[in-house]
């Protein structure tokens, strides 16, 4: 199996997957940490992948999506985005909206806990 069907393989059987550098207990960037922090505070159940681990999944990811950054969170199989569009789609309510319409169970109260916080 190839880094690619590994990657594919791991979105299509997780609703969310988090690529990052290190793992959602002991994120070792701290943009990866920025986001499994969301995520988690948010309540969402999400599989991380850690790239650190096998050097295929980190050059394959990049390559899979066409994205030169780690980390990068999928949503029922679609790219999302980075540190910063994660960030930006947190504080615009952007996130919420996206976990709805993909039926993905989350805490809308964290969600906006962490708005008023940034606001």
């Known amino acids: 199996m190839t880094a690619s069907d590994t990657i594919r393989d791991t979105i ?3 609703d969310v997957v988090l690529f990052m550098k290190g793992t959602k207990m002991m994120p070792q960037c701290g943009f990866s940490s920025r986001v ?3 995520l988690n505070f948010m309540g969402v159940e999400f599989a991380d992948v850690n790239v650190l681990a096998d050097a295929e999944i980190r050059q394959g990811i990049k390559d899979f999506s066409d994205w030169p950054t780690i980390p990068q969170l999928y949503v ?6 980075g540190c910063d569009i994660i960030t930006e789609m947190t504080l615009s309510g952007e996130l919420d909206a996206l976990f709805e319409a993909k039926g993905v169970t989350y805490d809308k109260d964290a969600a906006e806990k962490i708005r008023a916080a940034n606001a």
Do not use: H, M, S
Not at 76 to 81: H, L, N, S, T, Y
């Open 76 to 81: 029922k199989g679609e790219f999302v985005g």
């Open 36 to 38: 499994a922090g969301v």
């Open 12 to 14: 299509t059987k997780n």
